[in-house]
């Protein structure tokens, strides 16, 4: 059983990569960073290292990487050959990927079993992204695939510089599948759960770890932390991250019927994962691509909707939406953009455009004054 996976970073060969080597497959990681893909290929095994509680060292092993700026055909061989094609290269970057699926795809034995494609992406819906993407360039090779949708968690921060291919992990994980489109033939992966609907269990992840991650991230920045453990020593930000859950666990109950209690125990799973102190993880990676998290349907306004249309509290999510639009990171291009736009955009343009709300909705208005007062402290500072 061969597994294709592109995106060989930190999720990629910490979670996604680990189990597919514990399930049996060959791995091929494709990436298009080529310090890293030279690495793997001088390594015949990596440790992922769970830090914190319980954790193990865990020993990947019986894989090679392919470059897929580089050698893209090489990549679609692979692809053509193989069991299963996973992805956790960010929700931006999958059409970028498609090409070499396509091609794989098209050159793919028809005795073959259909290729099983699973996207691991912090995203509602990531692997129908990645199929629309393949449909765009080929409708006809999309019969000899099975799309399933997934819900990654596990909290794989940036690894040191020069720490080779090892990666450091804490030591929980969950992986959600929809069940469905594999009729039956499910792929080799210990400790997934397969689901027939998986979408209570993406809202469920995005809405409650995201959404807290992120809140801690951009509350954290603005009072200066650089750790995450350290946001969260501050007990003004466990409060107001504390209060944005509250919100979205009332959506999540309101939508999907989950249950207040056990959503109350995970909540504070979750901000125990956060604390992790043998984890170092910063507000700055956490906080990355701000407009990716402000938009629709994402961990603040996804949640704040869908609260806001049941007449439901959303003003501890607005504050953190107030919190990342004063995101200001230099390295990071979406937080610059951001910041260039609330410079030379009117605040209705800057509501809609990052959004993805019509001035009628209910959210509009307690939004827009979050940008209209962010410009507005711009213009003094
Ligand atoms: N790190 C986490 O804790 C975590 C957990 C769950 C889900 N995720 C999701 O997984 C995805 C990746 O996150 P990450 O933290 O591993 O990021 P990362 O930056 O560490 O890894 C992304 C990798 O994709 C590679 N890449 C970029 N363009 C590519 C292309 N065209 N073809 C092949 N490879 C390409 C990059 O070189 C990089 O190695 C994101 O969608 C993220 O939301 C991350
Ligand atoms: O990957 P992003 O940018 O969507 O979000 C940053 C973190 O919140 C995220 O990577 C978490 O660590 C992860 O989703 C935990 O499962």
């Known amino acids: 059983m061969k597994a294709v996976h592109f995106g060989a970073g930190n999720i990629g060969r910490g979670f996604v990569g680990l189990l597919l080597h514990e399930g049996g497959y060959e791995l091929v990681f494709s990436d298009v ?31 090679r990487a392919v470059n897929s700026k580089t050698d893209p055909d090489a990549v679609a061989d692979e692809v053509a050959t193989a069991d299963v094609v996973t992805c956790a290269v960010g929700p931006t970057v999958l059409r970028f990927i498609a090409p070499a699926i396509v091609a794989g795809l098209a050159r793919r034995s028809p005795d073959l079993a259909p290729l099983k494609v699973m996207a691991c992406e912090n995203a509602i819906g990531a692997t129908d992204q990645l199929r629309a993407e393949i449909e765009k360039l080929d409708p006809s090779v999309t019969d000899r695939a099975a799309f399933a949708n997934t819900a990654v968690d596990r909290i794989v921060p940036a690894q040191p510089e020069g720490g080779g291919v090892d990666v450091t992990v804490e030591p929980y994980f969950e992986w959600a599948i929809e069940s469905t489109p594999f009729a039956g033939d499910l792929p080799s992966i210990p400790g997934a759960h397969f689901v027939d609907d998986l979408g209570p269990y993406i809202e469920r992840k995005l809405f409650t770890v995201n959404t807290g991650h992120a809140a801690t991230a951009y509350f954290g920045a603005q009072a200066g932390h ?96 107030a919190a990342a639009v004063a995101f200001d990171d230099e390295s990071d291009e979406q937080s610059v953009e951001l910041q260039r736009m609330l410079r030379s955009e009117d605040a209705d343009v800057l509501t809609a455009t990052v959004t993805g709300l019509e001035p009628e909705h209910p959210l509009f208005d307690a939004v827009h004054e979050v940008f209209a007062a962010r410009q507005e402290e711009l213009r003094t500072l």
């Open 33 to 63: 960073a080529d310090a890293l893909v030279d690495a793997i290929n001088a390594t015949q095994s990596y440790t992922v290292r769970e830090a914190g509680p319980g954790g193990v060292n865990r020993i990947v092993t019986g894989y």
């Open 226 to 321: 650089v750790r995450i453990s350290d946001a969260l020593a501050d007990p003004s930000i466990v409060a107001r991250v504390g209060a944005a859950l509250e919100e979205t666990s009332a959506v999540l109950s309101a939508v999907h019927g989950l249950d207040p209690a056990e959503l109350a125990e995970y909540r504070a799973t979750i901000l125990e994962r956060f604390r992790n102190p043998e984890l170092v993880d910063t507000v700055q990676r956490v906080g990355r691509q701000p407009l990716r998290k402000l938009s629709r349907n994402e961990r603040f306004i996804g949640p704040a909707v869908q609260a806001a249309e049941r007449g439901l509290s959303t003003s501890a999510l607005v504050a953190a939406v």
